[in-house]
T-cell receptor, first 114, second 113 residues
């Protein structure tokens, strides 16, 4: 069964540093998403991406965040200058279509900001 | 200040019993609902979904019930197994959104031997 993959599984960084989290969505999917989950809290939407542009973003997704699909297979989340409160699990997801089709989640990247 | 994580509701059931997990959603304009299972250290895994024009949908060992009047969703798991132990989240999607999932706070299900 096809699956979403994410690398690295765990990223440790110093406050103020830039990080790039990588995702390979399912190959024939068209919609891509990033979510985050702070330890012990619920999963929160960050951004959705379709047709090489952001479709929707939450208030969490401020100017420090950016997303990119640099080639036909990867989907990245960049945090320009990490803060302590960015420590969380970051999940990538993809779906084949808009509204009503199943989203498949990756295993997540645990980001620890020191 | 110190941030405090949410304390998840918990449900403990005996192996073989049925489980019922409840969720209250907030947006009356939501028209699509999904239940996810999340095991420790893993991403959410799709279990079952339901559209707002339905009030019940059945899958393999799972049933989702939707009551739009009181904005309530439930997940029933038949013959609960140890592998069902996980956190269960409901999520809603509002018509017109670019499929932005809004997750509930989750319920920790523990299956006792």
């Amino acid at each position: 069964e096809p699956e979403v993959t994410q690398t690295p599984s765990h990223q440790v960084t110093q406050m103020g540093q830039e990080v790039i989290l990588r995702c390979v969505p399912i190959s024939n999917h068209l919609y891509f998403y990033w979510y985050r989950q702070i330890l012990g809290q619920k999963v929160e939407f960050l951004v959705s991406f379709y047709n090489n542009e952001i479709s929707e973003k939450s208030e969490i997704f401020d100017d420090q965040f950016s997303v990119e699909r640099p080639d036909g297979s990867n989907f990245t989340l960049k945090i320009r200058s990490t803060k302590l409160e960015d420590s969380a699990m970051y999940f990538c997801a993809s779906s084949g279509g808009r509204g009503g089709t199943q989203e498949y989640f990756g295993p997540g990247t645990r980001l620890t900001v020191l | 200040g110190e941030s405090v994580g949410l304390h998840l509701p918990t449900l403990s059931v005996q192996e073989g019993d049925n489980s019922i997990i409840n969720c209250a959603y907030s947006n009356s304009a939501s028209d699509y609902f999904i239940w996810y299972k999340q095991e420790s250290g893993k991403g959410p895994q799709f279990i079952i979904d339901i559209r707002s024009n339905m009030d019940k949908r059945q899958g393999q060992r799972v049933t989702v019930l939707l009551n739009k009047t009181v904005k309530h969703l439930s997940l029933q798991i038949a013959a609960t197994q140890p592998g069902d132990s996980a956190v269960y989240f409901c999520a809603e999607i509002t018509s017109g959104s670019a499929r932005q999932l809004t997750f509930g706070s989750g319920t920790q299900l523990t299956v006792l031997p």
